[in-house]
């Protein structure tokens, strides 16, 4: 417990300075605090220092250069500092962070419930003794995955954990076509022998020419079979070879929503025809498709929302041909959207065969249906499955997230900020445009991305990081502590940027 | 620290009880300890007080089997009680364990550097806060990036952590396929406006059907582009689509060495023939082999081990037909051939282009000489990259490793085992055949796969955890605190089951 005690009194000791800073420096005004932090010790605003990155972050980006690219390296971070929404940087900037590490972290930083968890005797043992969970798991495994996972979705009876988001979708792929193949040859037996050795030098009929469906837009991983169902950006996937899988259009609205109720409508339902037709030529040609993935919002293409009513429709299609119907909601879950997660806002009739998780949750993985269970042991199976140490964290951090009802303050805080975008959006016309949001899982776009780029670096430079997505998008990847008073500094920040950009 | 010491508390009083139960049940006689244990404190033989599952295993697989298969599973374990080379079950078993999570625990269970290492201030700041290791690194990130891992190998330039061994080896294989269609084009610029929007629909040209040659036997991973140079077994591959690659033998020596090198000298020819044939028959229809992925010694395949000059072969061909030469070190590496890295054992003529690793590193990752560092950001990227905490728990690893003579002790302790087996070879003819090892990372073969598993499971009975790989080999897979009174106990163990197994 005393390392714990002292790493908190580091990060206090570290924003007491900061904060010292931040009233001599800070360019933004000060915000009447409307609740209290629900991360004590927490700043009240960001600072900025110097440029961004300062002068130590650009040494140490020669430094690893030295060994590793750094051409994605933002800046460096002083984590001992950080706390709550705001990140440190090594120049003594203490920035409000709303993108949180690519949206990875649920409690923001140093968390004092994890930190405290950090130290308990049944974390040391899972972090020093990493088990392989598939064939010597701990005896508390058992529990510990019912009180970290089990407790939402309740209509999910399955959990798979695996160590990130990639590899969970690539264990729910392969999951759904051992179910498909078992089904095209009627029996749970083992495949047959033709089928066990061809597989051996990657030809049919053991390794078939199944597929999946994914949506334009969507991003699954980086993993080649994960990369295959991937069709967000160039960047992620050229040059890599790739499987031959459909593809069918996501829904791309027109907005405000309430005036193009009419067209979007009949945007469903031409992505709905073009899904189960892209699905019927694959089966035709005997490139048979197993299952369907999906975002319930695409986010790294573009903060993309759909209807209800399109997941129903996708939910029809896949029973109507006999696949999985999968949800990603690896960007999308742990609360973000204002329940936990964000397809139980569809009103689907019963749950989806597949969820895949990771990010904000910690630990990948995917939860299924009984149906979707391997039939046979070592199909689904690698060293580590996951690990536990993450999981003993999501427990604290699913405790935390019901003693400070988070998932009700994601749906609060989103609502707050909608009201405030849409209010920047009227006093600044042609600049800001559909914006769209569950919970804090919110976005807006500018007229360009040459504009949206400029605005990030903007926001940088007033204290605020944040994330872009699609070609003209900014994201919102708060994490679950993100309250009123944080988003009033983050619109604050907004308005006085796009007054910069805009010129006035 | 406070933490740290509770926790080596519990594991004392623990073991306390085992060792009076191991005095009143082993079966196994007391044997001489010819140097102090290298985990202070560490039972001195195993105990069997069940049959393994045992009633509060199966209990747990009953409670388990509610929410995910345990098909898998070989009992539950109390990581408590678990200490050096030796892991408590939940029944109150005490076993040797030669086979240590599948070969990634470096230091054996509760290692008292580890626990102390569990509690530092640095370690909770990375696990609380784990970063988007490619945007927002720690500033002691470079630093502790060279402590890790960049003392060795000292002829690679740079390193790339990911999460787990397949992610390692499908970015590693996507860092090949960069590299050689930018060769191809003849510019390091990004690709063309035809390849970047081909690849949005998985097609020529943006998505080429570049392949990587892999061997017969070969492990790589589960993910469908490592699965698909995976070529061990079929319940790892049956049913999922896989990439048309190509595919070469691995050499199957004929043992002893030493009675068959003209012959075993023949089979190297034949196999590296045949490499470059699969390399020219795959160009020449236009599915460029990017490159080749190789173990030092193929263990989940059935630890074939293969020359110096086979692999001197390889990384000839490799160069004239300008791919690169990979290996895959995921369970070969980190000290336990005797040698920091196995390939260190070929004589190369320089580095390998790529050298991936996993399991004992604690942190997946691979390493790479200059030119297969990605042209452009975000083309070799994901969310997390690899965990921070991994890295300073292996910077631990790596120091006691240095401290402890700990590769060293592996030549040691595997020429010890070797003598061992070999001389139980010689009493009991027809049992043991193709004994093979480097350093503790040792084999042998059972006549039948069917004997190998009773073997397997009266060693279990007699209180020795292993591991088997190909048709009807027991591989050796201790952790690094293995010393010689482990092995005598092993060995002891061995040839008391072998002649329950032999029948006298």
Redesign the interface.
């Known amino acids: ?4 005690f ?2 908190s009194r ?1 990060v206090r000791k570290g924003l007491q300075a900061s904060t010292l800073q931040a009233r001599q420096r800070s360019s933004l005004p000060e915000q009447a605090h409307q609740t209290a932090s629900l991360v004590q010790g927490e700043p009240n605003y960001p600072v900025v220092a110097t440029a961004i990155p300062g002068p ?1 972050s650009q040494e ?1 980006m020669k ?2 250069n ?4 750094v ?10 500092r ?1 706390l709550g929404n705001y ?1 440190a940087d ?1 120049d003594g900037n203490v920035l409000l962070d709303v993108y949180t ?2 949206a ?2 649920p409690l923001g ?3 004092p419930r ?2 405290r968890a ?4 049944e ?10 969970l ?6 508390r ?2 529990q510990k ?2 009180s970290a996972l ?1 407790w939402l979705p309740r209509d999910m ?4 954990t695996m ?5 969970s979708n ?2 729910a ?2 999951a759904m ?2 179910v498909y ?2 089904r095209q040859r009627g029996s749970e037996d ?2 047959p022998i033709e ?3 061809s ?5 049919a009929p ?6 999946v469906l994914s949506f ?1 837009h969507a991003f699954h ?6 990369l ?1 169902t991937t ?1 967000s950006k ?12 459909p ?1 069918a259009p996501f829904p791309m609205y027109q907005y405000p929503l309430d005036q193009f109720a009419a067209e979007n409508s009949a945007e469903d339902e031409r992505c709905l025809q073009r899904a189960e037709e892209a699905i019927e030529e694959y089966n035709r040609a005997g490139k048979w498709v197993a299952g369907m993935v999906i975002e319930p919002i695409q986010a790294e293409g573009g903060d993309n929302h759909a209807s209800p009513e399109f997941f129903q429709g996708l939910q029809k299609i896949a029973r109507k041909h006999q696949m999985a119907f999968m949800i990603d909601e690896v960007q999308t879950g742990c609360g973000v959207t204002g329940k936990m997660w964000a397809h139980q806002w569809f009103g689907l009739d019963g749950p989806p065969d597949i969820v895949s998780f ?2 904000k949750m ?1 630990t990948g993985g995917y939860y299924h249906t009984d149906k979707y ?2 039939n ?9 499955m996951g690990d536990p ?1 993450k999981v003993l ?1 999501l427990e604290e951090v699913i405790s935390v997230m019901k003693d400070d009802k988070l998932i009700e303050n994601a749906a609060d805080v989103g609502a707050h900020l909608m009201t405030g975008l849409n209010g920047i959006a009227e006093r600044r016309p042609g600049l800001l445009s559909r914006i769209r949001g569950l919970g804090t899982f919110v976005a807006f776009d500018l007229p360009s991305g040459g504009q949206r780029d400029k605005l990030m670096a903007v926001l940088r430079s007033k204290g605020v990081v944040s994330g872009g997505c699609g070609d003209a998008s900014i994201r919102m990847r708060p994490s679950l502590v993100f309250q009123r008073q944080h988003a009033d500094i983050y619109l604050g920040a907004l308005e006085s940027a796009l007054a910069e950009l805009g010129g006035d």
Not at 163 to 167: F, N, P, R, T, V
Not at 221 to 226: I, P
């Open positions: 417990m005393k390392g714990a002292l790493t580091v130590k140490l430094d690893l030295d060994i590793q690219a051409g994605s390296v933002q800046f460096f971070v002083d984590y001992a950080s990140v090594v590490q690519i990875s972290l930083y140093n968390h994890l930190l950090a130290h308990s005797p974390m040391t043992l899972a972090s020093v003794n990493r088990p392989a598939g064939s010597f798991p701990d005896a495994w058992p995955l019912r089990m009876t399955n959990v798979q160590a990130c988001g990639s590899c690539e264990n792929y392969k076509f051992i193949r078992n083992l495949p089928d066990q050795q597989c051996m030098l990657n030809r053991g390794s078939p020419s199944l597929t334009e991983g980086r993993t080649l079979g994960s295959t069709r160039p960047i992620h996937k050229v040059d890599i070879p790739a499987l031959d899988w593809v990771s990010k910690l269970r391997p046979a042991p070592y199909r689904i199976y690698n060293t580590w140490a964290q």
